[in-house]
C-alpha cells in the first residue's frame, strides 16, 4: 500500500470505483457478461465488509438505543427505542429506492452536490457487481457496499433522537429523518465522499464519517433542542437516567460496532484496517481516561456514565481521523476529545440553557469539529500520521477541513431548522404536557417498559 | 400527635417536601403506591392481548406530627398538590398513640 | 458465479461435497494423506464461516433468551433463561455425538430420510478435511462446517420453548427437545438440505432453513400449547412482558445474529452472501414498518412489540429465499410478513383461543409458510430473483414449495404430539398450580432474577 | 498444515516471527522500504484477527462487566462496571506505550523473563508491518496482532475485580491492575508465549492463555479476597446477585468473544481456528452440562447461575486447549471442569471461609489449573489430540503443564501480595464500612445504577 | 370514617378490587409489600450461598370509607381474596379523623 | 390492639425480624420507603446536571399486637434496630379497632 496516496485520497476515493460498473441487468443473471478482465473481490476484503456492515448494525440497535434509552426516564424508555429503531427501518427501506442512487452515485444536474437516478431501486446491480476500494484493482461485492453505506444513513438519524428525547410526537421524530436523512444527509455525503463532491474534489479529510455523521447530526439535535424547547421541569425537577446500566450496554455495543465503522471505512481488510482498528481502541480509552481525569479534578468523584460519555467522545473524535493518524495521535486525540466535551456538557451547555437532551451536540457535533479539524493536523507524517497529500501543508490541510465543518453546520443547521418547521406544520413537533408528565411509552405506545 | 397520610401526583413530591419543610415538619416518609379511582387508566396492548390499566402510579406522603399542627400540614399539602386536576389525591388523618426516636429513645413529640 | 445454477441448487448442494471427504484418520494427523490435488479452504470463507457461527450462536445466547424472556413475568425469567440455555448446551454436544451423522451424512437404510453412522463423534474429521460449498472446487474447513451446522440444531428447539413458556417443567422442556430434536429436526434437515434427501431431490428451495427450523419449531410449539393447555388466568388475568427492554435487545442481536444464519447459509463469502446480508436487512425493515402500518391502523398505536415482532416474522420470511431474491423482491415478501402475521397474532389466535405463550407458530409458523412459498415466487429472474431451475416455472416451484410445507408440518405436528405424550409419561409436563402462581423460578431453579 | 508441528509449537510461536520485522520507520511511510521479497498478509488471515479483537473485545465491555455486575448488589452495581471498564481503558493505553514492547519483544537484560524496549510506543511499526504466525510464511498486519494482544492486557486485571468487589476503593483497584499489568502479567506472557521466554522453551502448551490469562487472575484474586478481608455481613446477612439478568447477558457474550479468545489465538483462519472454535463451543456446553447435574444431584435443583457458572468454568479449562485437542477430549475436559469447579464454588470455598465476592478463583483459578494440566494430557494424539512433540510422553507433557502452574502461581501470588500492600499504602484498599452499608455506586461515583 | 388495611396474595387484586366497586367503593390504594407470618417461604441458593427468604410478596390495600360501609367491604374482601391456603392475609381496620380531597378541598365523607 | 409501625434502617431488617419473632410476634408486613429527616442525603451529578438526593432507602415494618405486647415490641425494635448513629428512625402507635383472619374470618385477637 503507497501510504502517500491513500492519505491523499482518503475515503471518497473509494466511490470512484462505482462508475466503471458495467450496467450489467439483473434480468440478464444467466449471462454475467464478458467482464472477464474486471477485477473479482477478494473474499477476505468481502467478508470483512460483511462483518462491518453487520457491526454498524449493531451500533443501531441495539447499541444507540440502549445508549441513550438508558438516559432518559423509565417511562419514556420504549419511546426512545422505538424511535431510533423505527427510523433505522424507514431509511434503510429507502436507501434502497433513492438513498444509494443520489448519495453515492453520480449525478447529472449538480454533481458537485447530489447524486442521480441511475441507481434507483438498486437497478442493474447483480451479485456480480463490484465497487472500487482505496487500492487500484481491489474491488468488493458492490452489494456488501450498498449495505455498508446503508447502515450509515439508518444510523445517523437516530443520533439525532437524543436532541429531542422525552417530548417529540413519535411521527414527528420518523418524520423529520425521513426529510432530514434525504435533504441533509444525501448531499452531504456526496460532496464529502464522492469524487466530484465539492468536498471531496477540495481535499477533505473524512476517514470514516466526522462531518456526514456527526457534526450532521449534532448540529440538527441542537436545532432541534432549540426549536422544541426544554422539557417540562428540565433545571427544577430531577431528570437522572434511568437505567445507567442500559447505557452502559449501549456504550460498549457502540464501541464494538465503532471498529466496523471506521476500519470497515478502509473497504479492505489490510494494514490500515488495523490501523483504524488500533486507533479507535486508544482513542477511545484515553478519551475516557480525559474525561474521568478531568471530572475527578472539577467534581471530585469519577463517574460511570462520565467513563462513557468520554468513550463516545473518543470514538466521534477517531472517527474522520481512524486510518489516517498515528495510535499516539489517536491518544492525544482522544484525550483531548473527552476533556473538551466534558467542559462542553457540564458547564457551556448549561451557561446556555437549551435542552439538548441527551448532549448530542456536547457530544457529536463538538468531538466532531474537534476530531475533523485535528486530523488535518495529526494525519501528517510529521506527527505520524500516513501523510497529507504531496505539497500539503498541516495549515492548508486545516483550512480545508474547517471549509467542510463550517458547509457542514451551515448547509444542516438551516435546512434542519427549515425541516423541523414543516414538520411542525404537517402533524405537530411536540406531545401535549399532560403526555409529557404520564410518558410517552403509555401515551404514544400503548405499553410499558417494565413490569417487575 | 396525628399522622397525617397523603395521596399525590408523583412529580409533587419536592414542592411539597419543601413546602412542609418551611412550616416546621422535620420529616417524612414516602412509598411508590398505585391508586384506583375516579381518574381513568389507559390501555396497554402487547400483541393481540388489551389490558386496561386503571392502577396509576402515585405518591403516599407519610408525616407525623403534634396535634397543632395538623391543619397547617393539611393546607400546605392541600395548597401544593393540587393541580385542579381530576387525580390529586387525598389526605388522612389518624391518631398516633406514642412515637418513639429510635436513635436517642426519646418519646412523643420530642420524637418527631 | 454462475446464477442459473445458484439458484437451481439452492443450499443443499453445500452438503454434497461431504461424502466427497476422504476418510482420513484423526489418528494419523501428522501424515494428511495424498490430498495434494484436493481443494483447500481459501482464508476468506474459512472466517466468514466461523463468523456466520458466532453470529447464530448470539442467536441462542443472549438473543432468543432475552426475546423470550421479557415477554414472560418476571417470576418467570429465569426459566426461559434457563431452558434455552440447557436445550443448546445438550444438544450442542449431542449434535458431535450422532446429530450431524444422521442429519448431514449419507444414510444406508432410507438415505431420502435420515443419514446414517459414518460420522459418529466426528469419526475421522481433522483440521485438514473439507466440506464443499454451492462452488466446485471451493471448499470450507469440515470443522466449521460442522460448527455451523451445529448452532442450527441447537438453535431451533429453543424456538419452541415460547410455545409452553411459564408453566412447563424444566426436566420436561430439556427431554421434549433433546426428542424433537433427534426425531423430527434431523430427518427434516436430511430431507431438505441433504442431496440425496426427499425434498432436495424433488427441487424444494430452502436457502437458510424456513422449513427445517422455522416452520418445524412453529407447528412444534403450537402443538405445545394445545396439549399443555393454557396458562393459569390466561385471558382473564394481566399476563404482560416483564421487560420489553430485555425483549428489544434479544430481538436486536436476533436479527444481527440472523445475518450469520442467513448470509452464512451460503458458504461462501462473495456476492451471493453479500445479496443475503442485504436482504436481511430490507426484508427485516420492511416487516418491521409492514406491521407498525398496519397496527397503527387497527389499533391506533404503534408499539415498540410490534415493530420487533414484525421484524422476526420478517427474518423468519426472508430466511428460505435470503440468496436467492432480489432486495425489493425481499421488500415486499417482508412488508407481507409484518402484516400477515400481525392479523394472525392479533386475531386470528384470539378467535381459535389456545395460548402459544410468546408466538411461536404466529410468528415462526406463519411467517416461515408465507416465506417457503414467496421464495417459489420472488426467486423468479422475472420478479428479480436469481432465476429458478432450468424449465421451471413459478406455479411448478410454488406447488414443490408447498409440498415442502406440507410434509413438514404434517410429520413435524404428528410426530411433536407422539414426543409430548411421550414426555408426559416419563417426567410430566407441568408443573403445579402453586409453582405456576409462585414462578418457576424459585421453584424449579432455586433463584430470582431480580433483587433490586 | 502439519499438524504434529502445530502441537509442538502452540501458540508461543507466533511470536517468532515478531523479531524479523524490518525495522521500518513511520516517517519513511512513503517510501515502504524494498520489502518486496516479504511475505504479505492473506486477507482473509486479517479479517480473521480484526474479527477475533472485536471478540475479545466485547468480553471487556459488556461482557465481563455485566457477568460480575449482575453478581453483585444493585448499590454496587456500577462500582464494578466502572472498575472494570476504566482499568481496561488505562491498560489499552499502556499497552502502546511499553506494554507491547516489553510483554512480547526481545529483552536485553533477562530474555527468559522480561522483554525490551525496541517497540516503546509501538515505535516502527506501520501499516505494512507484519507479525508471523504458526505457519512459516503466513503472516498478518503487524497492528492487528498488537491490538488483537492488547485486549488480552486489557482484559485479564479486569477479571481480578471479582476477588475485591464490593469493598474496594476505585482508586485502589485502578492503581492495582496497573502495577499488577506491568509486574505480573508482562512478564508471565513473556515466559509462556515469547520463544526465547522460560516456559515457552521447556515446551509448556497454552494455546489461548490458560496460564497468563486465568491463573493469573484467578490467584491475585483470591490474594485480594484474603488482603481485603470479607464484605460486611458476609455469611450472615443476605448477598443475593442483584440480577441473574445481567450475568446471564454477561455470560453469554463471554462465550460468544471467547471464541475470538481462543480461535483467534490460533492467528491464522484455518482448519486449525475451526478446531478451536468447534471445541470452545463443546467444552463450555458440557461443562454447563456437568454443573447443572452435579448441582440437581447436590441440592435437588438446576440453577441457571450453574449453568453459566458451568460454561464458564469450561471456557476456561478449554482456553489453554483449545486448538490442541479433538472435540471429544474438549467435552471430557469441560464436563470435568464443571464439576470441580462446582465442588469448589460450593464446598470447599465454604470450609476455607474466605470471601471471593464472585469466585474468580474458583472458577478461574481451578479450571485453568485443571485445563493447564489437562491439555497435557488430551492434546496427545492417541486421545484425539492434535499430537504432543516428537517424543514427547503424556507424563513428561503433564510434568512440564505442572511446572507451568505453579510457577505462575507462586510468582503471581507472592507478587499480588506485595502489590496489594503496596497499593494499601498508598491509597488505602479499603472503602469506610459506612461507604460499603450506603453502596460504592453514590459514594464513590455519585451516581445510580437505575431510578425506575 | 375508617381506613380498612388489607394484606393479600397478589393475584387477588383484579377481583378484590371488582367486588369492591361493586359493593361501592370509589377508590383505593396499593402497595407492594413482603409479608411474613405462618406461610412458609423458600430457600433460594446461588452458588454456594443458602438463603433462607421467608418474606413473602403481598399486596397492601387501603381503603378509606365510611364507618357504615366498614361491614360490607371486610366482607367483601374475605370472601373475595380467600383461598383457603395459609397466607391469605389479613384486615386491620383503624379510625380516620379527618379528610380531604386535594382537588376541591371537599372534606370527609365527601373526600372519598 | 395495636399497630406497631417502625421506620428502620434497611440492613437491620433481619435481626429486627428476629428479636421480634422471640418476643412472640408471629407476622409483619415490610414495605419499601423512602424517609427525609435530619439524616443528610447526598448529591448525583449526571453530566452537568446536579441533583441533591434528600431521600434515603428505609424500610418500615408494620406489626399488629395486642395492646399488652406493645411497649415489649417497641422496647425490641428499639434495642435492635438502633446503630446509633442519625437517621435510625422512628416507632409509631396508632390504635386498631378490629383485625381478621382472611383464610378463617378468625378476628381480632386471635387474627394476629
Ligand atoms: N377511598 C379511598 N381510599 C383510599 N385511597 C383512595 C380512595 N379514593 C381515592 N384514593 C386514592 O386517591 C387517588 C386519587 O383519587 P381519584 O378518585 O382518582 O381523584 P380525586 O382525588 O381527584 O378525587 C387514587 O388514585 C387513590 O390512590
Ligand atoms: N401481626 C401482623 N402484623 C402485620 N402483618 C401481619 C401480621 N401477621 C401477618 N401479617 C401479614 O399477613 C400475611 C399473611 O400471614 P400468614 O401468617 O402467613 O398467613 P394467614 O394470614 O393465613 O394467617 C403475612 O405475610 C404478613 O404480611
Ligand atoms: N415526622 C415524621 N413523620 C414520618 N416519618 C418521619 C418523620 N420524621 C422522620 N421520619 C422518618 O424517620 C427517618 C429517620 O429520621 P431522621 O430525622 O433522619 O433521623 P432520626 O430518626 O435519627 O431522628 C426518616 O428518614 C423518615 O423516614
Partial sequence: M???????????????????????????AAAPAAEAAAPTPNKGDTTWMLLSTILVFMMIAPGIGLFYGGLVRSKNMLSVLMQTFTIACVLMVLWVVYGYSFALNAGTVADWFVGGTSRLFLAGITPD????????????????????????????????VGGFAERIKFSAAVLFAVLWATIVYIPVAHMVWYSEGYLFALGALDFAGGTVVHINAGIAALVGALVLGPR???????????????????AALLWAGWFGFNAGSN???????????????????????????????AKGKA????????????????????????????????????????????????????????DVFGIHGVAGILGSIGTG???????????????????????????????????????????????????????????????????????????? | MKLVTAIIKPFKLDEVRDALTAVGVHGLT????????????????????????????????????????????IDTITTTAKTGQIGDGKIFVTPIEQAVRIRTGETDEDAL
Fill in chain 2, 30 to 73: 414516602v412509598t411508590e403506591v398505585k391508586g384506583y379511582g375516579r381518574q381513568k387508566g389507559h390501555t396497554e396492548i402487547y400483541r393481540g392481548a388489551e389490558y386496561a390499566v386503571s392502577f396509576l402510579p402515585k405518591l403516599k406522603i407519610e408525616v407525623a406530627v403534634s396535634a397543632k399542627l395538623v391543619d397547617k400540614v
Fill in chain 1, 303 to 358: 463517574s460511570m456514565l462520565g467513563a462513557v460519555s468520554g468513550a463516545i467522545a473518543g470514538l466521534v473524535a477517531v472517527t474522520p481521523a481512524a486510518g489516517l493518524v498515528g495510535p499516539i495521535g489517536a491518544i492525544v486525540l482522544g484525550g483531548l476529545a473527552g476533556v473538551v466535551c466534558f467542559f462542553f456538557c457540564t458547564t457551556i451547555k448549561n451557561a446556555l440553557g437549551y435542552d439538548d437532551s441527551l
Fill in chain 1, 2 to 28: 503507497n501510504l502517500s496516496k491513500f492519505a491523499r485520497l482518503a475515503a471518497p476515493v473509494a466511490l470512484l470505483g462505482l462508475m466503471a460498473i458495467e450496467p450489467s441487468l439483473a434480468q440478464d
Fill in chain 1, 267 to 297: 473497504l479492505e481488510a489490510n494494514g490500515g484496517a488495523a490501523l483504524a482498528l488500533i486507533n479507535t481502541l486508544v482513542a477511545t480509552a484515553a478519551a475516557a481516561i480525559g474525561w474521568l481525569a478531568i471530572e475527578s479534578i
Fill in chain 1, 377 to 452: 493536523i495529526f494525519a501528517a507524517a510529521e506527527l505520524g500520521g500516513v501523510g497529507l497529500a504531496d505539497g500539503m501543508t498541516i495549515g492548508g490541510q486545516v483550512y480545508i477541513q474547517t471549509v467542510g465543518v463550517v458547509i457542514t453546520i451551515v448547509y444542516g443547521g438551516i435546512a434542519s431548522f427549515i425541516i423541523y418547521k414543516i414538520v411542525d406544520l404537517i402533524v405537530g413537533l411536540r406531545v401535549s404536557a399532560e403526555t409529557e408528565r404520564e410518558g410517552l411509552d403509555v401515551n404514544s405506545h400503548g405499553e410499558r417498559a417494565y413490569s417487575i
Fill in chain 1, 129 to 160: 457487481s463490484t465497487a472500487a476500494t482505496f487500492t487500484d484493482g481491489v474491488v468488493i461485492p458492490e452489494y456488501v457496499f450498498v449495505a455498508f453505506q446503508m447502515t450509515f444513513f439508518a444510523l445517523t438519524p437516530t443520533l439525532i
Fill in chain 1, 232 to 250: 417540562i421541569g428540565y433545571g427544577r425537577e430531577v431528570l437522572a437516567p434511568h437505567s445507567l446500566v442500559m447505557t452502559y450496554i449501549g
